[in-house]
DNA sequence: TATGAATGAGTATTCATTCAT
DNA sequence: GATGAATGAATACTCATTCAT
């Protein structure tokens, strides 16, 4: 069904290639040569550029993986919400810290999404599934009153894309837990319960 | 004290390279080749190299002079609070807005923040002043009651360091609202009015 | 007598190649991958590769099919005057004409003709064909008295190798009319009724 | 007056990349390696790209050396004639011997003019010196009586344009031979004293 | 002191050819 | 015999830095 059955040896090329790119970006960022990834994969420069038309293909690649395992943590959790076995704040608290440690880990994320950032901003197809499997736990959450309901997906991207992934993980989750009082039902004036005094409303952006 | 009294053209070369770097690399990032640099400025490269060991020190130097300004801010918004002319934490947020806008139309901060980030991180005797003058306006809006008493002069330059200076003005203004939330007094847990029930207590950083 | 017998479908495959080489090299040049001549015919770089020993021999080849339709094309005229069905002079003009509208198609000819054209030269059996039927008409129209007596196939060759087959059609029919004149008889020396005087006589070549 | 007095190393360096360059591409083509070229001259490819702001410009200047020396030959012939040292017609002759000579010496030329052929065909600023000094000869040869009335500047550079540069010297003659007997008064039909009977007439280009 | 010319290692990408599957 | 993946040398161009003038 797909387009092409791939040879093994292919495959196992195309794998070393895509590891060993994101390990090199994750400790160097995007501008590792791409002659130092194929060498780290074992494969002469030609085979990268078999495998990925240019550079900025592999680094693309590189990032939809990333966005895939978010995808699928956010996945997980909904599905443990779902089944009763978990609250569904909790899990979005939990997930947060998940995503900004994943990002402090791997640089790559962070500096391909940076170098991309005009293309995948918020949106884009690639980002469907962990999109629709954030609203799910975001509706949730704000149904079990815990969630403040202005909170959009957006927001999430938002506290991903600033994440400190680069900071020692006391501060990351100090960082957190400052961010995360925005998001929290009662913590923030446009909740039925909070006081408008302070002049902060609900967003209004395109 | 100083290493030389430098000359009146030689001083003036030096301005005039500062400030075309400044103006250079907060349109197009740091990555402007030094001999543009140069060029803007009306120097010969070895003129620019003459004033700066390498590049690092031209953009370090640029950095500085940024900080500076941010320095003069706060200082200008804590002699506003203690002369009674406005109110501490007011100020507070109106800085942190105007540092974000500032940032954003500043690629040179943010560039030169991002690649200098492991010498700066949130310490250095380069910003002893922007770091005094934010004690002190901390600790007043403290004083009020409006600050969260938890809140220290480090989550204010985590803040600063994350905000998301490449993203539209609507996306910048939401994030920190969202963020303020966590430095509000009666907006998260830890303060006397909190109910500590979720577990988050006041940081523990090196 | 032939190396081997070679396999109805490989027999095809050489024949694929060999179109698309013709056809690709014909637009776009000499220098088509050989990997794009083997995309378009269909089959792997490695068959291109069983098939011709390098790409020199490919388009090698190519070439040998264009001066085969010369040859062709040249012994078509020849058969028309044998049968008196045209005059030798009139279809040499012709021919000409034939060959520079036909190479300005065609950058295979061009093209292989330049690359190779040490090699080929003005000799070599893979011309005989069309250095035989050339000669015939040459001396046909020569026995007419329409063609100068001191042209040579040779000279023919330097007609065809020299022709502006880049340029616009009202060029290359100034080219030709110019270029003609030097062929007719009794447009230039070294014919009976020409004046010796200005020293050009027919030429001495190896 | 000019753009800069440039100094005396540098244009030592500019010199040897400009010969180095020409002689390289008259020897091997246009497609030689810059990295060929600078190492030729004793300089480093960063040195090259100094004085040309990339391959195309380096040449580009080569050729508009080798056209200003044709240039300068076709003044001096044009004096010579004026001076009344000279015949026309037998001046032009040996203009003619002398560009397909220079030409078939100089690779640089005829590579260059290949590939540039689009950019400058047969008119352009560059061109303007030899222009001009060629139509002058061209019409005193006409006035004289020697040189077909028809024949136009642009003929002349198809003469140079199509000339077998890399053939023998002996072939290069013959050619020569063959292609002026379209220029020749009494040659050709078109003249007064010529019968127009082979259809052949004054040539309508753009 | 200033100039600006020279350096040269570094980067992404292409393509003829080979060879394991 | 065919496939197509892998090779790796080659190429144009950049830019921080040095140093002769």
Redesign the pocket.
Known sequence: MQD?P?????LR?RRKILENARDLITRFGADV???AIAEAAG?????L???FP???ALIDAVLQGAVEELGQFTEDAGARVESGRAQAMAEFRALAARYVEHASRDRAVRAAADRLSEEYRFTGDRLRRVTDAGRNLLARAQADGDMHPDITIEDVFLLVHTAPTDAAPAVRDRWLALMLAGFTAGNRPGHAADTPEDGISAPRRP
């Open positions: 092409k791939l040879r093994a040896d292919a090329n040569p791409t002659d494969v002469a420069a030609g085979t550029y078999r495998h240019d550079k900025a």
